[in-house]
């Protein structure tokens, strides 16, 4: 699309404007002559135009001159010339000629403008009494509803949230066409008001409006989550993440830690691990001990001994992740892996006080290796937390030998 259609737009509009003002014949047909050359791509003709007739004396409050500056000042911020931009549209505002209706495009470009040069107190202003002369006017001005938008952009920019959510109502109700822009300021405003009841219903109404929109589930669910409406916000990222919209690694490890959270840990481990074969996220350490512990609470053992495995090939000593192998691994009556996770242990020098020694010997026993478990009770009953329970393995063993 040609980016001076907006431009013609103008043009087109004060040609065929159905306000008490109207052009003259020649300025007419100057500016038709404008469109042409924006259309032909020959700008520094067109600005020739503009600039003469820009600079002709004109009566006071010219309508003529007020409709040439603003196609000028248009004209001049497509050429991103925007402090000469400003300039004219401020001259075509200062004639007090155009209608109401048509300064309405008007001030929100000169507010834009003003907003995106650093200049926000002006832009207030401008809006600002604008709004005030609008407003008593004893007709409805269109396009006031966009006035509405800018101006709690404006003050919600400055973190003035409550004259903002006042000015985007308005907006909003002022519409009749859903505007994603304003339900997304409506929304953030709400959130940091922490006013979060009317923040579920504008998170509602951008993802009842826009369901291809995978933020606007996060958005809904954080809400829900927050009003402590924990199904509803699980139930909100499940549909998310069945319509294939997560893409953020925290995404799929936080839905999850929900699963895990409300007790269904064999889908929180589906989660993960098709996120990890997908390469949704990486198997590292704190993914591989939230998968581990997903398929332990599923009663998985054997599946969350193998997590636990793959993750010590990649970091062989770390302590902490051995102990948990160990112990995953005696309950689950893995009694090779339990040998396999104590020697381990032993090679990286974890400091056991006799636990392993006696979970090394019952794993022998169970193997009917009755050597080797005897002489790990033994070291068990020479350590001072587990002596007990070693010599009344001990026992038990002589038993056995009648």
Same mark, same amino acid.
């Given at each position: ?23 003259? &014949? ?28 820009? %600079? ?38 200062? &004639? ?9 495009? *008007?001030?929100?470009? @000169? ?9 926000? +107190?002006?832009?207030?202003? *401008? ?12 007709? +409805? ?28 109502? *308005? ?9 994603? !822009? ?22 509602? &109404? ?96 054997? %599946? ?18 051995? %102990? ?30 006799? %636990?392993?020694? *006696? @979970? ?27 002596? !007990? ?14």
């Amino acid at each position: 699309m040609n980016k001076y259609i907006f431009v013609t737009f103008c043009i087109i509009f004060s040609l065929n404007n159905f306000s008490e003002e109207v052009l003259n &014949e020649t300025v007419y047909w100057e500016l038709t002559r404008v469109d042409t050359k924006i259309e032909e791509n020959k700008f520094d003709e067109a600005e020739d135009i503009l600039r003469y007739w820009y %600079k002709k004396n004109w009566r006071s409050r010219s309508y003529n001159k007020a409709v040439i500056a603003r196609t000028y000042g248009f004209f001049l911020f497509q050429r991103e010339r925007f402090d000469e931009a400003l300039e004219k549209l401020q001259t075509a505002y200062d &004639e007090n000629a155009l209608p109401i209706a048509e300064a309405t495009s *008007l001030v929100q470009a @000169m507010a834009q403008l003003y907003s995106t040069q650093g200049q926000i +107190p002006k832009a207030k202003e *401008l809006l600002l009494n604008f709004i005030k002369k609008a407003e008593s006017n004893p007709k +409805p001005v269109p396009g006031m509803h966009n006035v509405y938008a800018l101006t709690a952009l404006i003050y919600a920019s400055e973190q003035n949230y409550d004259v903002a959510y006042n000015y985007i109502n *308005l907006a909003i109700s002022l519409s009749s066409a859903f505007r994603e !822009d304003w339900y997304q300021l409506k929304f953030a405003i709400e959130y940091n008001k922490e006013d979060y009841i009317n923040a579920e219903i504008s998170a509602k &109404e951008l993802l009842f409006n826009k369901p291809e929109n995978k933020r606007y589930y996060v958005q809904l669910s954080a809400i829900y989550n927050i009003l402590e409406k924990y199904d509803l916000s699980l139930a909100t990222m499940e549909v998310s993440y069945m319509k294939g919209l997560l893409e953020k690694p925290e995404e799929f490890t936080n839905l999850a830690s929900f699963y895990l959270y409300k007790q269904n840990p064999a889908m929180s481990a589906k989660v993960l691990e098709d996120a990890i074969s997908q390469k949704d996220i990486l198997f590292n350490k704190a993914n591989a001990k939230l998968l581990s512990d997903a398929w332990l609470f599923a009663k998985e053992r054997t %599946k969350s001994l193998d997590v636990l495995e793959r993750s010590l090939n990649e970091d062989p000593n770390d302590k902490k992740l051995v %102990k948990q192998y160990i112990n995953i691994a005696f309950s689950a009556f893995e009694w090779d892996e339990v040998i396999n996770g104590i020697q381990k242990a032993k090679n990286i020098g974890v400091d056991d006080d006799g %636990k392993h020694s *006696l @979970m090394i010997g019952i794993a022998y026993f169970e193997k009917k290796n009755l050597n080797k478990a005897e002489s790990s009770f033994i070291e068990a009953s020479n350590s001072k937390k587990y002596a !007990d329970q070693g010599n009344a393995w001990l026992e038990y063993l002589e038993a056995l030998k009648g």
